[in-house]
């Protein structure tokens, strides 16, 4: 069911008549009702996969958190502990393989063996199974649950059918944010009064979720299908205003999904994470990623880098480095091994293609040598007398930061590493910036006033995201405003919502990009 279709609508204000009428104690279970009709639209297989991760994952942490009790009554005998505490790591090693081994064979598996196949004649079978809705994103959120018990972070829930509103939470399901139990669980088993403030707050985060995916996305991304599919028909001038459109279309297609869903959580009184923090402010690519889909970044800080960087093995490796390379790099190096892994695993995670390989080292090694420059670059800064807080630097690293994700993007939205290549090639061959004023543009499946429509919207989303990095509330500052102001922009922008969005040419809304990660 998608988020842009009537039926969504209707299904969203059918489920908040009956949460809100029925008695308050009440209200998680129809949360977990709606969200398995949600779910189930997608088919009764896609169902069963998440009940496979609810039910191992809820075994899990029930099992962890007796041998946590175990742990408590064990103090002080030395061999009966080290035997508890391997059994936990076996439970965690269960949770995982079972998990992500699932994860790995929807999402990685036919691409793995039609690789082997093809390098070592084998014959290895592949399936063509569609890839379960949002399953990486509940998976992740089920093995951090998974790892918090481990750690005393949390209690398990001993109640299933609550666990499973935890894992199948509907709004979060499309593409996140990969929330944590410690933090959603009181939002999502508390007694939940109606309130106009929560539904003013929700309905706004809709529609502003609705004009980046309507107006700008969906209108981007006819050109950017244009471009990369017929690269070969234009110029590298075109080729880059291709790329440049894709990095607008996947920041408004991405962050809108995630204000719809944290919009419609916000009308039954729950509050999600925040997934993005204006990224485009970033000025350098490890802030970027810190601003950009937060929850996966921090899942993998918390549960991918400090464990690694803590690991006994991790820890010889930088005392091995220290004494062999003296000074601050000996320091870094380990904590940048560390990086790297971390975003190689990202770029992995974003899909089953040696293009996202390619991602995930592009990252990771642009991260690791900032980190291992830095010290060079503060002190060609200090004998220039550049101050790294000035406008013009922040100007300018914001701009660096910018191109370099540009040219990341490039990566993951051509077909495969070959096409990238030939692109890139291409672009150094025949920039040809004349064909971004001889009529080109308006022959790459949108009019003028389409991409009057995107330009206007991008302007907009600027103008807000530069007051919000300003710690300006624009709904304050609608607040301010005497009411006839406020309904009169209201609906004017819902107008423009239904005419530019919902009512365009002759192409329809795409789904998610990230709808099944």
């Not at 790329?243 to 039954?268: E, H, N, P, T």
């Not at 090639?425 to 499946?445: E, Q």
């Not at 991008?458 to 006839?484: N, T």
Request: proline share 2%; net charge positive; aromatic share 16%.
């Amino acid at each position: 069911m998608s988020f842009i279709s009537v039926e969504f609508l209707l299904f969203v204000i059918i489920s908040l008549l009956i949460y809100y009428i029925v008695p308050k104690k009440a209200q998680w279970l129809i949360l977990l009702l709606v969200s398995c009709v949600f779910y189930s639209v997608g088919g009764v297989s896609a169902l069963c996969y998440l009940a496979i991760t609810t039910l191992t994952t809820y075994i899990s942490g029930i099992g962890l958190s007796r041998l946590n009790s175990k742990i408590e009554a064990l103090k002080g005998e030395e061999n009966k502990l080290k035997r508890v505490k391997f059994q936990k790591k076996l439970i965690v090693l269960f949770s995982c393989l079972m998990n992500f081994g699932m994860l790995f064979f929807f999402k990685y598996w036919d691409v793995f063996a039609k690789d082997i196949n093809g390098k070592l004649s084998c014959v290895l079978p592949t399936f063509n199974l569609l890839l379960p809705l949002g399953i990486s994103f509940y998976i992740f959120q089920s093995i951090g649950y998974v790892i918090d018990v481990y750690r005393k972070k949390v209690e398990a829930e001993k109640n299933i059918l609550k666990y499973a509103l935890f894992t199948s939470f509907f709004p979060q399901m499309v593409q996140g944010p990969i929330s944590r139990f410690g933090n959603l669980k009181t939002e999502l088993f508390s007694k939940h009064q109606f309130s106009f403030e929560n539904m003013e707050k929700g309905i706004q985060l809709v529609l502003w979720g609705l004009f980046k995916k309507l107006l700008i996305a969906d209108r981007a991304a006819v050109v950017v299908n244009l471009v990369f599919d017929k690269y070969q028909d234009y110029s590298g001038a075109v080729i880059i205003f291709g790329g440049i459109l894709y990095c607008i279309q996947l920041y408004c297609d991405f962050s809108g999904g995630i204000d719809i869903a944290r919009g419609v959580a916000k009308m039954f009184g729950i509050s999600l994470i925040e997934n993005f923090k204006r990224p485009i402010f970033a000025t350098s690519l490890s802030e970027f990623w810190r601003r950009w889909h937060i929850s996966l970044g921090s899942w993998m800080k918390d549960y991918v880098f400090y464990p690694l960087s803590l690991s006994k093995p991790f820890i010889k490796l930088g005392k091995f480095i220290r004494s062999h390379i003296k000074g601050k790099a000996g320091q870094i190096i380990p904590v940048s091994i560390a990086t790297f892994i971390v975003y190689f695993l990202i770029g992995i995670w974003h899909g089953a293609s040696y293009k996202y390989i390619a991602f995930g080292i592009w990252n990771g090694a642009i991260i690791t040598a900032s980190l291992l420059l830095e010290p060079l670059f503060s002190t060609i800064r200090n004998k220039l007398h550049i101050s790294s807080d000035s406008k013009k630097m922040i100007a300018f690293r914001t701009m660096r930061t910018s191109i370099i994700v540009l040219m990341g993007r490039f990566i993951t939205r051509a077909a495969n590493l070959g096409t990238l290549f030939e692109m890139v090639k291409l672009t150094l061959k025949n920039f040809g910036i004349n064909m971004l004023f001889d009529g080109t543009l308006l022959n790459l499946g949108i009019t003028a006033a389409d991409f009057a429509v995107i330009a206007i919207g991008i302007i907009i989303i600027l103008a807000v995201e530069f007051m919000q990095e300003r710690k300006i509330s624009v709904s304050s500052k609608l607040k301010s405003k005497p009411y006839m102001v406020q309904f009169a922009l209201i609906t004017l922008f819902i107008v423009a919502l239904v005419a530019f969005g919902f009512y365009k040419g002759d192409y329809i809304a795409s789904e998610f990009i990230y709808k099944q990660f």
